[in-house]
């Protein structure tokens, strides 16, 4: 096995890590998610790629980022499970795949936006799965994903 399902398998190595990654971040003052983040300004900046299809908008109603409504509002998306935003028609395949356990972290952001339907089908297992996200992020998606803790609190 291979990508997220060898990374879910290995969940007792995974825990090490994070306690290591924690411990470290304390021995430096830091928060754990402040440690190895990336720059939510440089987030913020990059938003003009993804505001065509996404917006920002909180449970109140108050517009973060104007943009599009093809994709779902991404407010709150860190610690979401994934294709669970009420009122937003999902793809099937990425519905399957926050069933099956997809949570948005900074691991499986990153690796989603870089390649989303290659990440979905490694994910599920199904070699014909698709996302719907055509776009691919080439670069900065810690700084994104940043972004998005930055403004969720």
């Not at 995974?14 to 470290?24: D, F, G, K, Y």
């Not at 948005?104 to 979905?120: C, K, L, M, Q, R």
Request: hydrophobic fraction near 40%; include cysteine; charge should be negative.
């Amino acid at each position: 096995m291979n990508g997220v399902f060898a990374r879910m398998i290995d969940e007792d190595a995974m825990n090490a890590r994070t306690a290591i990654s924690a411990l470290a971040a304390t021995a430096f003052g830091l928060t754990g998610s402040a440690a190895f983040a990336g720059d939510p300004a440089a987030g913020e900046n990059q938003w003009r790629q993804c505001r065509a299809c996404h917006m920002i908008v909180s449970p109140e109603g108050e517009t973060i980022q104007n943009g599009g409504r093809v994709g779902p509002n991404l407010y709150g998306i860190v610690g979401r499970q994934a294709g669970t935003v009420d009122g937003f028609r999902y793809g099937a395949d990425l519905v399957a795949a926050g069933d099956a356990g997809l949570v948005w972290d900074e691991e499986s952001f990153i690796a989603y936006v870089e390649n989303p339907t290659g990440f979905i089908r490694e994910f599920t297992g199904n070699a014909s799965a698709r996302s719907p996200m055509n776009f691919q992020m080439r670069s900065g998606a810690d700084d994104m994903f940043a972004y998005f803790e930055s403004i969720a609190n």
